[in-house]
């Protein structure tokens, strides 16, 4: 039999029994999906703090925090988690400066007439948009003029938008902040969608970080945003603030640049990614091993059902090799197809987790190659006792089976 036969003899044999061979399809389905799905989801977050990152680089500004934010756990006495104004007056003082500013972050009570929920508010400098990597869709953004005349001015984002107002289009609307009312100048959209914005919902408000602190004295700021000349060395500068800062802290690691954050948080997501990949091709390698000891109970099955027709085809000719490529050909296709059928649910899996948090996935094609071929070693191995068994029977014993 050719290669063509052998394809043809494997898809009636399947056709044939097409309940039980889904079923014995099913432990490697599982494995190879899964393998794909939680690889793919896991990418797609390293890529997408990598592009936060290169866009962080590019830009003419510096974004500084408190080193010991990102240090999990409670704050303990002595540890720095804002800024004073010396800081801000110290980094004012370099050269290549254009402009110093302060980022608030907090969450709190926001209400439009009889609706309300509980938002996160963002205020920074008139060039926030580029920092929180947000565009405004609709009206405009809040302006240099607002910031230091502290007006009452906010943009909403599209989640935000509909969840007081029920529609988009709400420029010149009024909502309360604080007690405060607030005039509605803007509607914004992300500009790097995250999983963590998806599953949150994506609410926030973004204001003029002095009309912020107007409404909450108590918040302090938590980053610093300063915009830097055209032509000046911005990892350079970013260096010399950061230890200026430190010196003036009395430690070494008072602060850092929002470089140093996302590069802590590339490394963390990498490792998180790399054990449940780990975790997750375990349980995967399982399953295949459980769908692999399917294929070969089921193909012994076969070959007892098909006892007769062996025994024929060899009185006919047929020579042990021929049988064992036979029976091989079925088991094959029988993990390969569960293998095909795993790798479009995996990638469906990650179409829908796109869709649904606005998430940008990654799918692994060498890992999708890899699982798939995988899958039909799988078969190889589990179907050769079984094809072996086949060519062995004896022809007049087979045709005296019953």
């Not at 720095?80 to 009570?109: C, H, K, M, P, W």
């Not at 107002?165 to 405060?180: A, D, I």
């Not at 915009?227 to 800062?245: D, M």
Request: with cysteine; glycine share 10%.
């Amino acid at each position: 039999m050719n290669a063509t036969e052998l394809l043809t003899s494997a898809f009636l044999s399947m056709r044939a029994h097409l309940l039980r061979s889904l079923l014995t399809m099913l432990g490697i389905f599982i494995g190879v999906a899964s393998i794909i799905a939680i690889v793919a989801i896991g990418k797609g977050g390293q890529n997408a703090v990598v592009s936060t990152l290169e866009n962080n680089q590019l830009r003419q500004t510096i974004e500084i925090v408190p080193r010991e934010l990102v240090v999990p756990g409670i704050p303990q006495p002595g540890q720095i988690l804002s800024f004073s104004n010396e800081d801000f007056d110290i980094a004012r003082q370099f050269q290549g400066v254009l402009q110093v500013a302060e980022t608030l972050y907090g969450q709190a009570a926001v209400s439009a007439g009889r609706q309300s929920a509980n938002l996160m508010l963002e205020g920074g400098p008139d060039y926030l948009n580029g920092l929180a990597n947000f565009s405004v869709i609709q009206g405009r953004m809040f302006t240099n003029g607002d910031v230091l005349t502290h007006q009452n001015v906010a943009l909403l984002s599209q989640q935000a938008a509909l969840q007081l107002f029920g529609r988009e289009n709400v420029v010149g609307q009024s909502l309360v902040v604080g007690g405060q009312t607030l005039q509605v100048i803007g509607v914004t959209a992300s500009t790097e969608p995250s999983l963590l914005n998806g599953i949150l919902g994506g609410g926030a408000v973004y204001l003029p970080y002095t009309t912020l602190e107007g409404i909450f004295p108590n918040w302090t700021a938590s980053e610093m945003d300063i915009a830097v000349q055209p032509g000046v060395s911005v990892p350079e500068l970013s260096q010399r603030i950061v230890t200026a800062l430190n010196i003036h802290a009395h430690s070494a690691e008072a602060f850092e640049t929002s470089a140093g954050f996302l590069q802590g948080i590339e490394k963390l997501i990498g490792t998180i990614t790399n054990i449940l990949t780990l975790v997750i091709g375990a349980v995967a390698g399982i399953a295949l091993v459980v769908g692999g000891v399917g294929v070969m109970n089921i193909m012994l099955v076969s070959v007892t059902e098909r006892t007769q027709e062996i025994g024929i085809r060899m009185s006919l000719g047929a020579t042990k090799s021929a049988i064992v490529w036979q029976f091989l050909f079925e088991s094959m296709m029988l993990t390969a197809t569960g293998g095909l059928l795993g790798i479009v649910f995996g990638v469906l899996v990650t179409i829908i987790v796109r869709a649904a948090f606005h998430f940008l996935v990654a799918v692994s094609w060498q890992v999708a190659i890899g699982a798939f071929l995988f899958s039909a070693l799988i078969g190889l191995v589990c179907g050769l006792y079984p094809a072996l068994k086949a060519s062995r029977l004896l022809p007049v014993d087979a045709l005296r089976y019953e």
